[in-house]
């Protein structure tokens, strides 16, 4: 999947309300959607890599809330440390709460790992296969 840099680029799938810039860090983030059911054989789904050095990693997004007229209000993602799978996946699926998610959530904590030993590392966050997701990645903070 082809990322954009917003708030210069169109959110991917944002077809109402794009985030506010005002409200993302640094007033900018980097998207990318996957909708394995209009993808072409071969295609794989968007992922990005963080290479640091350091003992913790967190990574922020901004969540879409449940929006009836957009391509996938949802976040799927898988991660992996080091070249293995770490944490559990994160899933954000506004339709499957009672009251959904009504505004965007912005700095929202996706992924965090810490008691890694203090040399460089590298964090490869991917798009969940089997499901339609939007990734807004904020920013990344590692210590």
């Known amino acids: 999947g082809s990322w954009a840099a ?5 959110c991917p799938g944002c077809r109402e309300s794009p985030p ?3 409200y993302a860090y640094g007033g ?5 959607l996957w909708t394995p059911a209009w993808t072409g054989q071969g295609e794989t789904p968007p992922a990005f890599t963080f290479t640091f050095t350091g003992t913790a990693v967190y990574v922020f997004n901004i969540l879409l809330p449940d929006r009836t007229n957009a391509y996938t209000s949802t976040t799927a993602l898988t991660f ?18 009672e009251e959904g998610l009504t505004e965007i959530e912005y700095n929202a904590l996706v992924f965090s790992q810490g008691g890694l030993s203090n040399t460089q590392h590298r964090l490869e966050v991917t798009a969940v296969e089997d499901d339609s997701s939007i990734i807004l990645l904020d920013y990344i903070v590692y210590t």
Request: net charge negative; proline share 13%.
């Open 80 to 97: 992996s440390m080091d070249g293995e799978a770490v944490g559990t996946n994160f899933e954000h699926n506004p339709h499957s709460t």
């Open 28 to 32: 900018s983030w980097h998207g990318a």
């Open 20 to 22: 506010d810039p005002k």
């Open 6 to 10: 917003g708030p210069s680029q169109p």
